[in-house]
Protein backbone atom coordinates (compact mmCIF):
# COMPACT_ATOMS: atom_id res chain seq x y z
CA UNK A 1 0.00 0.00 0.00
CA UNK A 2 1.06 3.54 -0.09
CA UNK A 3 3.18 5.06 2.41
CA UNK A 4 2.54 8.22 3.66
CA UNK A 5 5.29 10.44 5.37
CA UNK A 6 5.00 13.35 7.65
CA UNK A 7 7.60 15.81 9.08
CA UNK A 8 8.52 17.31 11.24
CA UNK A 9 6.02 14.97 13.62
CA UNK A 10 6.25 17.92 16.07
CA UNK A 11 6.16 21.64 16.02
CA UNK A 12 6.27 24.35 18.64
CA UNK A 13 5.57 28.00 17.60
CA UNK A 14 5.30 31.44 18.92
CA UNK A 15 1.99 32.95 18.13
CA UNK A 16 2.57 35.19 14.80
CA UNK A 17 4.92 32.60 13.21
CA UNK A 18 4.97 31.04 9.73
CA UNK A 19 5.73 27.25 9.52
CA UNK A 20 5.56 24.89 6.82
CA UNK A 21 4.88 21.26 7.01
CA UNK A 22 5.49 18.48 4.64
CA UNK A 23 3.90 14.87 3.28
CA UNK A 24 5.35 12.84 1.47
CA UNK A 25 3.67 9.69 -0.64
CA UNK A 26 5.18 6.37 -1.72
CA UNK A 27 2.97 6.28 -5.24
CA UNK A 28 1.26 8.32 -7.73
CA UNK A 29 -2.38 9.56 -6.31
CA UNK A 30 -5.31 10.77 -7.58
CA UNK A 31 -6.37 11.94 -4.22
CA UNK A 32 -4.57 14.27 -0.71
CA UNK A 33 -6.51 15.72 1.53
CA UNK A 34 -5.15 17.80 4.97
CA UNK A 35 -6.88 17.78 7.68
CA UNK A 36 -6.60 19.62 11.04
CA UNK A 37 -7.46 17.56 14.26
CA UNK A 38 -8.31 19.81 16.69
CA UNK A 39 -8.13 19.25 20.50
CA UNK A 40 -11.86 17.94 20.79
CA UNK A 41 -11.05 15.45 18.33
CA UNK A 42 -12.58 16.79 15.21
CA UNK A 43 -11.04 15.94 12.04
CA UNK A 44 -11.55 19.10 9.77
CA UNK A 45 -11.04 19.39 5.87
CA UNK A 46 -8.57 21.91 5.07
CA UNK A 47 -7.94 21.08 1.44
CA UNK A 48 -8.17 18.73 -1.47
CA UNK A 49 -5.13 19.37 -3.01
CA UNK A 50 -4.10 16.18 -5.49
CA UNK A 51 -2.19 18.43 -7.21
CA UNK A 52 -1.25 22.68 -7.51
CA UNK A 53 -1.70 25.06 -5.33
CA UNK A 54 -5.11 26.53 -3.03
CA UNK A 55 -4.91 28.92 -0.30
CA UNK A 56 -7.68 29.99 2.32
CA UNK A 57 -6.93 32.97 4.42
CA UNK A 58 -3.55 32.21 6.15
CA UNK A 59 -3.52 28.74 5.27
CA UNK A 60 -1.96 27.43 1.63
CA UNK A 61 -1.31 24.26 0.44
CA UNK A 62 1.22 23.00 -3.18
CA UNK A 63 1.33 19.75 -4.19
CA UNK A 64 3.61 18.25 -6.55
CA UNK A 65 2.14 15.19 -7.71
CA UNK A 66 4.87 14.36 -10.12
CA UNK A 67 7.54 14.25 -6.96
CA UNK A 68 5.33 12.84 -4.62
CA UNK A 69 4.99 15.54 -1.97
CA UNK A 70 2.79 18.50 -0.66
CA UNK A 71 3.18 21.14 1.69
CA UNK A 72 0.92 22.88 3.88
CA UNK A 73 1.80 26.62 5.18
CA UNK A 74 0.57 28.14 7.62
CA UNK A 75 1.07 31.99 8.16
CA UNK A 76 0.83 33.99 11.10
CA UNK A 77 -0.29 31.31 13.66
CA UNK A 78 -2.39 32.20 16.11
CA UNK A 79 -3.11 29.58 19.09
CA UNK A 80 -6.72 28.33 17.82
CA UNK A 81 -4.23 26.28 14.78
CA UNK A 82 -3.02 24.44 17.43
CA UNK A 83 -3.66 20.66 17.05
CA UNK A 84 -2.66 18.42 14.76
CA UNK A 85 -2.29 18.08 10.91
CA UNK A 86 -2.98 15.04 9.10
CA UNK A 87 -1.93 14.29 5.23
CA UNK A 88 -4.21 11.38 3.72
CA UNK A 89 -3.75 10.30 0.29
CA UNK A 90 -5.54 7.68 -1.82
CA UNK A 91 -6.60 6.08 -5.40
CA UNK A 92 -10.43 7.09 -5.66
CA UNK A 93 -11.20 4.16 -7.48
CA UNK A 94 -9.91 1.81 -4.61
CA UNK A 95 -10.66 3.81 -1.63
CA UNK A 96 -7.45 3.18 0.12
CA UNK A 97 -6.96 6.43 1.82
CA UNK A 98 -4.11 6.61 3.43
CA UNK A 99 -3.12 8.95 6.90
CA UNK A 100 -0.10 9.91 7.53
CA UNK A 101 1.16 10.01 11.30
CA UNK A 102 0.47 13.71 11.85
CA UNK A 103 2.16 16.90 12.56
CA UNK A 104 1.51 18.26 16.33
CA UNK A 105 1.54 21.83 16.03
CA UNK A 106 1.39 24.13 19.29
CA UNK A 107 1.21 27.59 19.04
CA UNK A 108 2.13 29.27 22.43
CA UNK A 109 0.88 32.93 22.57
CA UNK B 1 -25.76 21.73 5.23
CA UNK B 2 -23.57 19.07 3.65
CA UNK B 3 -22.67 16.53 6.35
CA UNK B 4 -22.03 13.53 7.77
CA UNK B 5 -23.20 12.89 11.24
CA UNK B 6 -22.53 9.84 13.57
CA UNK B 7 -24.31 8.64 16.49
CA UNK B 8 -23.59 8.57 19.62
CA UNK B 9 -21.14 10.97 20.00
CA UNK B 10 -19.56 9.07 23.39
CA UNK B 11 -20.41 5.88 24.62
CA UNK B 12 -19.10 4.21 27.25
CA UNK B 13 -20.45 -0.09 27.70
CA UNK B 14 -19.48 -2.85 29.33
CA UNK B 15 -17.62 -5.90 27.37
CA UNK B 16 -19.92 -8.65 25.64
CA UNK B 17 -22.78 -6.02 24.95
CA UNK B 18 -23.92 -5.54 21.46
CA UNK B 19 -23.82 -2.01 20.26
CA UNK B 20 -24.31 -0.01 16.74
CA UNK B 21 -22.93 3.15 15.76
CA UNK B 22 -24.77 5.20 13.39
CA UNK B 23 -23.27 7.23 10.68
CA UNK B 24 -25.02 9.31 7.80
CA UNK B 25 -24.34 11.35 5.24
CA UNK B 26 -26.77 13.63 2.79
CA UNK B 27 -24.40 14.16 -0.01
CA UNK B 28 -25.40 11.17 -1.98
CA UNK B 29 -21.83 10.34 -1.95
CA UNK B 30 -21.35 6.54 -3.15
CA UNK B 31 -18.43 5.61 -0.93
CA UNK B 32 -18.19 5.27 2.91
CA UNK B 33 -15.85 4.09 5.35
CA UNK B 34 -14.53 3.71 8.90
CA UNK B 35 -11.42 4.32 10.85
CA UNK B 36 -10.72 3.88 14.32
CA UNK B 37 -7.82 6.35 15.62
CA UNK B 38 -5.47 5.01 18.83
CA UNK B 39 -2.17 6.95 19.90
CA UNK B 40 1.07 6.04 18.42
CA UNK B 41 -1.26 4.12 15.44
CA UNK B 42 -2.52 6.93 13.75
CA UNK B 43 -6.10 6.28 11.97
CA UNK B 44 -6.77 3.14 10.39
CA UNK B 45 -9.55 1.65 8.09
CA UNK B 46 -12.02 -0.74 9.59
CA UNK B 47 -14.64 -1.20 6.80
CA UNK B 48 -15.40 0.48 3.45
CA UNK B 49 -18.33 0.76 1.44
CA UNK B 50 -18.06 1.61 -2.48
CA UNK B 51 -22.17 1.37 -2.95
CA UNK B 52 -25.43 0.12 -1.26
CA UNK B 53 -24.52 -3.87 -0.76
CA UNK B 54 -20.91 -3.51 -1.36
CA UNK B 55 -18.81 -3.66 1.31
CA UNK B 56 -15.32 -4.76 2.35
CA UNK B 57 -12.66 -5.04 4.77
CA UNK B 58 -9.99 -2.80 5.72
CA UNK B 59 -6.72 -3.16 7.76
CA UNK B 60 -8.39 -3.60 11.03
CA UNK B 61 -11.86 -5.40 10.36
CA UNK B 62 -12.07 -8.49 13.27
CA UNK B 63 -14.66 -7.66 15.81
CA UNK B 64 -16.58 -5.37 13.84
CA UNK B 65 -19.54 -5.90 11.03
CA UNK B 66 -20.91 -3.04 8.60
CA UNK B 67 -23.84 -3.59 6.43
CA UNK B 68 -25.03 -0.81 3.36
CA UNK B 69 -28.64 -1.21 3.22
CA UNK B 70 -29.33 2.34 1.82
CA UNK B 71 -26.90 5.02 0.48
CA UNK B 72 -27.21 7.23 3.14
CA UNK B 73 -25.85 5.02 6.49
CA UNK B 74 -23.20 3.05 7.05
CA UNK B 75 -23.12 1.40 10.57
CA UNK B 76 -21.12 0.11 12.57
CA UNK B 77 -21.96 -2.80 14.43
CA UNK B 78 -19.54 -4.73 17.15
CA UNK B 79 -21.37 -7.75 18.63
CA UNK B 80 -19.58 -8.48 21.64
CA UNK B 81 -17.26 -5.33 22.15
CA UNK B 82 -13.81 -6.13 24.17
CA UNK B 83 -11.51 -3.58 25.95
CA UNK B 84 -9.28 -3.23 22.84
CA UNK B 85 -12.12 -1.68 20.66
CA UNK B 86 -11.83 1.28 23.36
CA UNK B 87 -11.09 3.64 20.70
CA UNK B 88 -11.73 7.02 18.49
CA UNK B 89 -14.48 5.99 15.58
CA UNK B 90 -14.56 7.91 12.44
CA UNK B 91 -17.30 7.36 9.78
CA UNK B 92 -16.42 9.14 6.24
CA UNK B 93 -17.93 9.70 2.93
CA UNK B 94 -16.93 9.85 -0.76
CA UNK B 95 -17.92 10.60 -4.45
CA UNK B 96 -14.83 9.49 -6.24
CA UNK B 97 -12.85 13.13 -4.75
CA UNK B 98 -12.70 14.74 -1.23
CA UNK B 99 -13.30 12.63 1.83
CA UNK B 100 -15.50 14.01 4.57
CA UNK B 101 -15.85 13.36 7.97
CA UNK B 102 -18.05 13.07 10.69
CA UNK B 103 -17.65 14.13 13.99
CA UNK B 104 -16.23 11.21 15.66
CA UNK B 105 -17.28 8.61 18.52
CA UNK B 106 -15.71 8.32 21.35
CA UNK B 107 -16.13 4.69 22.48
CA UNK B 108 -15.06 2.93 25.77
CA UNK B 109 -15.40 -0.55 26.67
CA UNK B 110 -15.06 -1.87 29.95
Known amino acids: GIQVEQSPPDLILQEGANSTLRCNFS?????LQWFHQNPWGQLINLFY???GTKQNGRLSATTVATERYSLLYISSSQTTDSGVYFC???????????FGAGTRLTVKP | EAQVTQNPRYLITVTGKKLTVTCSQNMNHEYMSWYRQDPGLGLRQIYYSMNVEVTDKGDVPEGYKVSRKEKRNFPLILESPSPNQTSLYFC?????????FGPGTRLTVT
Open chain 1, 27 to 31: DSVNN
Open chain 1, 49 to 51: IPS
Open chain 2, 92 to 100: ASSLQGAWY
Open chain 1, 88 to 98: AVGLYNNNDMR
